[in-house]
């Protein structure tokens, strides 16, 4: 972790399929095999390795066996000799014949149930999930988290987790007070209050707040060339680039959803985590005296933390970032580069939760392999790589900062981009002979070529280590061989897949 004048962060909508949290059509397993929730899946010290998960995921035939209550929560562990699952007709299922995911974290979190006669689209649904949708699409990108901040120095941010969490107590309020007064319209019947506020009503909150709690990419075309490049194309064209760009994202979602949503090895970690607190919040449970129920220990926690961020926000705002080193000699310019909050920040030990996620998000989430691959890689770079080019005068390193994201001269000025343009914001080629070609800092110049060599990286990878697995899922997909999740949703009617292809052409 590293802060400065770095880039900006990255940002923006993300297109994950929300069409079902997990589906299947990962590998039959062998009769007589049983399973539970592997240990090594759940723990960030876990050593598996990179085929395992988060989204490929694998049947893992070592392991005891996983068990579900009668109300599909969560899995419960069981040794081998008191498991009540049994595979039948190539089927897992549980204790009450119910069949399972083959995938352990997907059995242990998601239900294997549904009820299909709950309300879904209710008064309560549509008012609390469009003035989500309203409120953080214009909180947010008014306060684009980026570096320095197009419209705000200090960004704040609003994510759908606040939506999840306080649609819930909104809920159950509304149900509470709104009358049950059934009203006719245009040949149909509504109530406002169709009865208790149930967990498909907060699912589908929580999806609209998810739309609108990231900002569009296009913005940051349309900014960047009004305030850096005074060039302003309209309010159509604008808004044109804005829809087409974020369509663009939804139809190639829906168009891919048979083979990134619908089998069972896709999974997503971070919608797994959003699935166990829908289960926190609406499961009831009975446990024996002094047992905590899910709902208390998520409670007691919260406080804790809303108690502490308080702390490193407003009360001791030096322990987000403590640059303990550099007090051997604060006066040593190469100390500072080096480990500084604004240099490359060796050794920097973060107590606020904030700074810890800032980059990759939770670390709870994040599979162990994934960040042990990242962790190794930006060690290898920013803290090998980046001091051996900068202090080698790498491309006359040492006429810049180690790390800054701004444009200089060849003499280590910063670079005045508007004097090289003509009133129609052309390149002048004439002034720019004169004024010289611009610089960037050894940092990006490696960082750049780094990312254009990691896209050819991608492919061959991906080539050589998992086409098989690739080519199987894609005969799998298109085969009938289905989860019990994606054989739940059956009971609804299908987007049609014009849609889709509408929206991405």
């Known amino acids: 972790m590293y802060a400065g004048d770095g880039p900006p962060e990255h940002h923006g909508a993300e297109m994950t399929p929300m069409v079902e949290l997990n589906h299947s059509s990962a590998p039959v397993p062998e009769l007589g095999t049983t399973y539970s929730l592997s240990s090594e899946a759940t723990s960030s010290s876990s050593t598996s390795d990179a085929n395992d998960r988060p989204l490929i995921g694998r049947v893992d035939e070592k392991k005891t066996d996983i068990r579900n209550d009668p109300e599909g929560g969560l899995g419960i562990r069981d040794s081998p000799s008191d498991s009540d699952d049994e595979v039948t007709d190539d089927v897992l299922k549980d204790e009450n014949g ?42 947010n990108q008014r306060s684009e988290p980026t570096d320095p901040g197009f419209f705000r120095e200090s960004p704040m941010v609003v994510g759908a987790l606040v939506v999840q969490l306080i649609s819930y107590p909104a809920g159950q309020f509304m149900a509470r007070v709104l009358p049950s007064r059934k009203f006719h319209l245009f040949g149909s019947t509504f109530s406002l209050n169709p009865g208790p506020f149930n967990v498909k009503e907060h699912v589908l909150i929580t999806i609209l707040a998810s739309c609108g709690a990231g900002t569009a990419y296009a913005v940051d075309i349309i900014v960047i060339q009004r305030v850096f490049y005074e060039q302003d194309f309209g309010f159509v064209a604008n808004l044109l680039l804005i829809l087409t760009t974020q369509m663009l994202g939804y139809g190639m979602a829906g168009i891919l959803r048979r083979y990134l949503v619908y089998p069972a090895a896709m999974i997503w970690p971070a919608n797994l985590v959003t699935v166990a607190l829908f289960n926190t ?23 804790i933390s809303f108690c502490y961020y308080w702390i490193p926000a407003y009360i001791f705002p030096v322990i987000t970032s403590l640059t303990l080193l550099c007090y051997i000699d604060p006066s040593s310019i190469v100390l500072s580069q080096l480990t500084g909050s604004h240099g490359l920040g060796m050794g920097v030990l973060a107590l606020d939760w ?42 006359d390193a040492k006429l810049f900062p180690i790390l800054t994201s701004k444009l200089y001269t060849t003499d280590g000025y910063f670079y005045d981009t508007l004097s090289i343009l003509t009133p129609q914001k052309m390149l002048d080629e004439t002034v720019y002979e004169a004024y010289g070609p611009l610089r960037i800092t050894t940092f990006f110049a490696l960082s750049y070529g ?47 897949e014009w849609w889709y292809l509408t929206l991405f052409g």
Not at 110 to 138: A, E, H, K, Q, Y
Not at 461 to 480: M, P
């Open 281 to 303: 919040l609406h499961r009831r449970e009975d446990l024996a005296p002094g047992v905590w129920t899910r709902q208390k220990f998520f409670s007691v926690f919260l406080i």
């Open 354 to 395: 904030n700074t810890i996620t800032a980059f990759l998000g939770s670390p709870l989430i994040t599979p162990w392999w994934a960040q042990v691959n990242i962790g190794t890689g930006f060690v290898l770079f920013a803290w090998v790589l980046v001091p051996l080019a900068y202090y080698m005068n790498l491309w």
């Open 450 to 496: 780094i990312s254009f060599a990691g896209l050819t990286a991608i492919l061959t990878h991906t080539f050589l280590y998992h086409r098989k697995q690739i080519w199987a899922q894609w005969k799998e997909a298109r085969g009938s061989s289905q989860d019990i999740h994606y054989k739940l949703m059956q009971t609804y009617k299908e987007v049609p």
């Open 98 to 139: 119910r069949e399972i995911s083959p995938i352990d974290e997907v059995a242990a979190v998601v239900p294997n149930t549904d009820d299909p006669s709950l309300p879904c689209m209710t008064f309560r649904f549509w008012v609390m999930g469009l003035t989500s949708i309203f409120s953080l699409s214009f909180i």
